[in-house]
């Protein structure tokens, strides 16, 4: 499949995908997602999976790596789907996927012409391929979003940036612009963000300095509809003062505290957002109030918010509104996302976004904390208290608030996600040709192919951003709460490409060859987070058992050994492939015996491990002065068949009768 030269339009990935289906039947599965686009009268979406020969869906092995969720991202859909191609294509020829050496531009400000820069070949060799293959199913899901992607194509510089969102029908507002939900903002993970998060704190440090302050709910947090009815109640110790409420980007006039329903309902018909008898109050004077939208908004609604700053209470008080809504309304693109996440039991999702240059590591809701009592399900202490702030802008005797992230034996969640979006980060660089230790501004390929790995909540800062809700990754991330028995999993989000490179709508085509570029991006990113996956779907003697962390220097040793020094040639990428099988064959099982035992743990460390590690580290500084570097890594690679098989068969013996 030669690379487009244009975007392609989602009637042609789908097709594509049938053909591929078709074409590697024992390896590609067609899956038509439940749902229908939401745009009348809805077209079928799909997606595939990739796996070994014939073999059904394997639980708890699953990557799902998914793009085009915001229309105007043009070029995650066609990556993906030529990776695809590529993939498939490389497991049943048994061949490299190689893409040939490369000369792309970068926008220069101006009046300064394009910086042109050259790329060396990039080779994926094929004992990866088939690694990943063999040992996990790959979901591939190209185009979320279709209704959107096709209009954005068909309307090219709409609303300026262009179309972000779906195309469902607005009932309330006729505007074209007001047609569509952000689908990224509508999953189902703190979707009531006004019940999650303390909004007027919110809003004192995310409001845009241009936009109204409901702008950071509607656009920032969960976006989308509700049921027609809610409940309004005032807390926390409210004596006085007042409130508001805004639906729809339009604010009520001052509600007074104490006030009977009728004087609620008054305010709410006043607002040309639901005009007329479109809501109905009741309930007793103070609250709580029965708010129900009938008539002409008697449907799936936008979520009521209120701004509370202005109510008054005793010593102690934390004087707040408490909206409870029916919900949510989720769009069926974000439907089918969730069902493939949930059904499929994926393990390891990727979101391929498109705009930044940044590897996005969950939460997005909050700054990470280690509170087990912190967390986003819905009922918790915390619920109207959250307020998305860093601990330097919480003012005593507020409790800085951040998302329980765990980081505990055996799974070390916060340290595998760094890990995992640092290979990422090193693997987009290495497929560039560039020098990562190169000083900035001393080569041009790192410094236009330099992946920031940040975490999500503060990824969008700069712009006046803070954390949100209702985003894929968290989505898929907080399964493991909702469901136990699916600890571990894995989420992040790459944002590819950069403004230098015409934002969301890349040249396809000579002498700026900005899709090119961003293409060698995603699969070099997508290849190593599929390589993670396969190597954290198992557990590891070194890494979780005798060290407790792959993060420790001894750990990242051995990964850069194999990764950066082995896997540069063929005769080292050769044994790799034969000697991670063989690691693999008792490496798990011995982990699962030494991690509750920790003097067996420290043992195995000091006697055999700590050693191994030595020895490999003198072997790798003797033939690092060996030229040509294809000889040093090859005497290396002997070195290491012979010293390291003795001591790993040892251990298995030893415990092989244990275990």
């Not at 073999?55 to 066609?78: C, N, Q």
């Not at 893409?99 to 990039?122: E, H, R």
């Not at 050994?561 to 063989?582: F, H, K, M, Q, W």
């Not at 290491?640 to 009768?657: E, F, K, Q």
């Amino acid at each position: 499949m030669p690379p487009p030269t244009t975007p392609t339009k989602p009637a042609d990935i789908f097709a594509a995908l049938s053909t591929l289906s078709i074409s590697f039947p024992a390896n590609c599965e067609l899956i038509t997602l439940p749902n229908k686009s939401a745009e009348p009268p809805g077209v079928d979406i799909t997606c595939v999976r990739l796996h070994d020969d014939g073999t059904p869906p394997k639980d708890g092995f699953s990557v799902l790596v998914m793009g085009g969720i915001h229309a105007r991202e043009m070029a995650p859909p066609d990556a993906l789907l030529r990776l695809a191609q590529d993939l498939l294509d490389s497991f049943k020829n048994v061949t490299d996927i190689t893409f040939g050496p490369l000369t792309a531009q970068v926008n220069q400000p101006s009046p300064a012409p394009p910086l042109a820069i050259t790329y060396p070949s990039y080779t994926i060799p094929r004992d990866v391929v088939r690694m990943i293959i063999k040992n996990i199913d790959l979901y591939i899901f190209p185009c979320v979003n279709p209704d959107g992607r096709l209009f954005d194509i068909l309307h090219p510089g709409f609303a300026g940036a262009g179309w972000r969102k779906n195309r469902r029908p607005n009932p309330d507002n006729p505007a074209p612009g007001a047609v569509g939900v952000d689908l990224n903002r509508n999953f189902d993970i703190a979707w009531d963000f006004a019940r999650y998060y303390d909004m007027p704190s919110y809003r004192t440090k995310f409001t845009r300095p241009n936009d109204p302050a409901s702008a950071v709910d509607t656009i920032e947090t969960f976006n989308g509809f509700t049921d027609p009815a809610r409940t309004v109640t005032v807390a926390g110790g409210a004596t006085g003062g007042s409130f508001t409420l805004n639906f729809n980007g339009a604010a009520t006039a001052p509600i007074a505290f104490g006030v009977p329903a009728a004087t609620v309902q008054t305010r709410l018909r006043a607002l040309a957002t639901i005009g007329g008898s479109n809501v109905n109050v009741t309930g007793p004077d103070g609250g709580p109030y029965a708010v129900t939208f009938t008539g002409a908004r008697a449907h799936p609604v936008p979520m009521l918010t209120a701004d509370f700053a202005l109510l008054t209470g005793g010593a102690g008080s934390n004087p707040h509104i408490e909206i409870r809504h029916a919900g949510p309304k989720t769009e069926p693109e974000t439907l089918n996302v969730e069902w493939l996440i949930d059904t499929r039991k994926i393990r390891f999702f990727l979101d391929v976004h498109q705009f930044g240059r940044g590897i996005l590591v969950p939460w997005g809701l909050e700054d990470n904390g280690t509170d087990q009592a912190m967390t986003f399900l819905q009922g918790s202490t915390w619920d109207w208290k959250r307020d998305g702030l860093q601990e330097a802008d919480v003012l005593p005797p507020r409790t800085n608030y951040n998302e329980y992230m765990p980081n505990n034996i055996p799974y070390y969640l916060g340290d595998k996600l760094t890990e995992i979006a640092n290979s990422m980060q090193n693997a987009i660089v290495l497929a560039a040709g560039a020098d990562p230790k190169a000083a900035p501004g001393a080569d041009p390929k790192l410094d236009h192919s330099t992946y920031k790995v940040v975490s999500s909540a503060r990824s969008d800062a700069a712009r006046g951003v803070g954390p949100l809700s209702g985003a894929s990754d968290d989505y898929a991330f907080s399964r493991q709460f909702i469901d136990t028995s699916r600890v571990p999993m894995y989420s992040l989000t790459v944002e590819t490409g950069e403004d230098e490179e015409n934002g969301f709508h890349p040249d396809y085509t000579a002498p700026n060859n900005h899709y090119q570029k961003i293409e060698r991006e995603i699969y070099a990113a997508v290849i190593a987070y599929a390589t993670a996956a396969v190597r954290f779907c198992k557990w590891c003697l070194i890494a979780t058992a005798a060290y407790g962390s792959r993060a420790h220097p001894d750990v990242e040793f051995l990964r850069a050994l194999r990764d950066r020094e082995l896997r540069s040639t063929r005769y080292g990428s050769r044994v790799v492939a034969i000697l991670e099988p063989v690691y693999y064959s008792f490496s798990p099982a011995v982990a699962r015996f030494l991690v509750p035992r920790r003097r067996c743990r420290l043992l195995v460390r000091a006697v055999i491990v700590r050693p191994v590690v030595v020895t490999l580290q003198a072997l790798a500084a003797a033939c690092k002065p060996v030229r040509p570097r294809r000889l040093a890594v090859g005497l290396l690679a002997t070195a290491i068949v012979v010293l390291t098989l003795l001591p790993v068969a040892a251990v298995a013996w030893v415990l092989s009768g244990v275990v």
